[in-house]
């Protein structure tokens, strides 16, 4: 919460300087009576100056740590699930299907949303769009059941597809 006031006030300060600026260009005559050889205004100037950075780097550091658990909150308080146990979970699940090979896993949160990236080898001979949507229900019906995780997109990319031949004797 205190981050979010942080930020609605760099946003209107932003907002100022950006109108202050505008107006100094459009208008200069009445910014001519602001000495900005005094102390004071130097003083002023670098506080603002420095909190901007700080906001900026404040920033940019949240930006690169994401939230690598997910978590359900309940009346007892909340369960962190790492990404490794999702991983774990959809490699076990995805391990009883023979025709899957040489899964790689990418999953996490990205704002609200949980996402779920998996790259693949196939050995196909039916039907690959719906061999995909059943890999796709069969996590997303097995996480929400076992974990109780809402996945909201999963997507599937194929890396190397191999049709299985029917022998016939």
Sequence with gaps: MIKKIIFFFAWIGIFTMAVAGIGYITMPQYF????????????????????????SVLKLLSKFSKEKDYVIKNEHGAVHISTDTVKNLIREILSRDSDIKGLKIDCGNRGSKYFIKLNLDMIS?????????????????????????????????????SIKRDIIE
Excluded: G, M, P
């Excluded at 001519?32 to 906001?55: E, G, H, R």
């Excluded at 039907?127 to 995780?149: A, M, R």
């Design 32 to 55: 001519s009576t602001i000495d900005s050889s005094s102390l004071i205004f130097k003083v002023v100037f670098f506080n603002i100056c420095l909190a901007y950075i700080c906001i």
């Design 125 to 161: 001979n039916n039907n690959l769009s719906t061999k995909t949507v059943d890999i796709q229900n069969l996590i997303k019906s097995n996480l929400e059941e076992k974990l109780d995780l809402k996945v909201d997109y999963i997507e599937v990319k194929i890396s190397r597809l």
